[in-house]
């Protein structure tokens, strides 16, 4: 004998399925149509897509910049750009470089472990650099080089809107945060960071290179890590 529910609601000729022999069994529970959560689609996608389009063109445009001067393109960012959270590295490496997409080298590899390890699939979230050009010799941007392009950061923050904003590195904490600051003293703590009046749910940990040189360091962004899913769930974050 077959068993299939059939909720209350639904519309069904009782004869006919008696004559066909399968047994029906109601349910009385009322019918959840939001069986998981749901993603609401952004009805301002269009617009998104322009402003990221108008933001990237001013990138372009920038002048006299020694790291665009020596990068072979521009790296702007990668990802789903509906996401819920949004990851700022510091700037492209030779890989990025050449690809013209953030986080695809050694650093990216690592990256996309510690996703995977607080379940989240890279290609869901959306990431970017505090400089879209590689500097040259992977040197860390200068202090005029981050003050220059967090104004562009910001925007981009603001355009993309995520519930949480993750910033790797010192480089990406300095561009937010301000500077004189020490990324051992900030990290795995929330921070609400405001763009255009509005807050951001921000929280800093160590760059996946910076991993890869000390990877006796990784215990403390597996804490960090923890702390960002532990948000996800508690707030039923959609990502
Ligand atoms: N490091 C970064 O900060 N960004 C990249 O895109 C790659 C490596």
Known sequence: MIKKQ?????SIDIELLNSIGYDYVFNNSPINRFKNKIKIPDKLDKNKHEKLLRLKKEIDSIEDCKLKKNASQLVFADGDTQS???IVGEGPGQKEDELGKPFVGDAGNLLNKMLKAIKIERKKIYITNVVNYRPPNNRKPEQSEINRYSKYLREHISIIDPKILILMGSTAMEAILGSNKRISKERGQWKE??????????IVTFHPAYLLRKPDQKKFSWEDLKIVRKEIDEQNIVI
């Open 6 to 10: 059939i909720n209350q609601k639904d």
């Open 84 to 86: 819920t959270i949004m």
């Open 193 to 202: 960071i405001i763009i255009k009046q509005k807050n951001y749910k921000t």
